[in-house]
């Protein structure tokens, strides 16, 4: 019996209109919520899907299901996608935060310590570049050879401004443990 999810591109890929529509309504929420991550507002967001759909459904017959699930591979392209659009928008600027952070407030574990929300609270006040490689890194899976590629930086570039970005995290965190929010 073949897999519903895998008779759905089956259908996509013999140009199935409602099929098409069926696998962007079964999916649409899941990619909103990686792009959402990523995306400076709600308009962003919803261009970031877009783009995503419109990838998936160019490439539809290079998914492999013998490489990953389909869920996986979509996850992959969203974020692909909503880095492209940052770039596109000459949103995405990988230099230096006018954040400055002192070394002796790094704390190394600050992730593991934080709760979901906690975190979700904290990594939403970061600039856009710490906050985009600490998802990828952490939150998305990705290596720092997939993120310097990603991001179109150097291999030591993706370590150093990780390395920034938790200093940012723990800074921010810090600011939030001070004012009793």
């Not at 593991?112 to 952490?138: F, G």
């Not at 291999?155 to 995290?169: F, H, I, N, T």
């Amino acid at each position: 019996m073949t897999h519903p999810i895998e008779q759905l591109i089956t259908q996509c890929l013999a140009a199935d209109r409602a099929a098409q529509r069926q696998l962007y309504e079964q999916f649409r929420d899941f990619v909103m919520r990686i792009c959402h991550r990523y995306a400076t507002d709600l308009a962003e967001a919803k261009d970031m899907v877009q783009n995503t759909f419109v990838r998936v459904f160019q490439h539809l017959e290079i998914y492999d299901p013998a490489k990953g699930t389909f869920t996986t591979w979509l996850h992959r392209i969203a974020v692909r996608e909503s880095i492209a659009v940052k770039r596109k928008k000459q949103q995405w600027n990988l230099t230096e935060s006018a954040l400055v952070v002192a070394e002796s407030t790094w704390s190394p574990d600050i992730i593991e310590r934080l709760t979901v929300e906690e975190l979700r609270a904290v990594v939403e006040k970061l600039p856009d570049s710490h906050r985009t490689i600490l998802m990828l890194y952490y939150f998305d899976g990705f290596s720092h050879e997939e993120v310097a590629a990603l991001l179109q930086i150097e291999l030591s570039s993706s370590r150093a401004k990780l390395s920034r970005a938790k200093s940012a995290l723990n800074y921010q965190w810090n600011l939030i443990q001070q004012s009793g929010l």
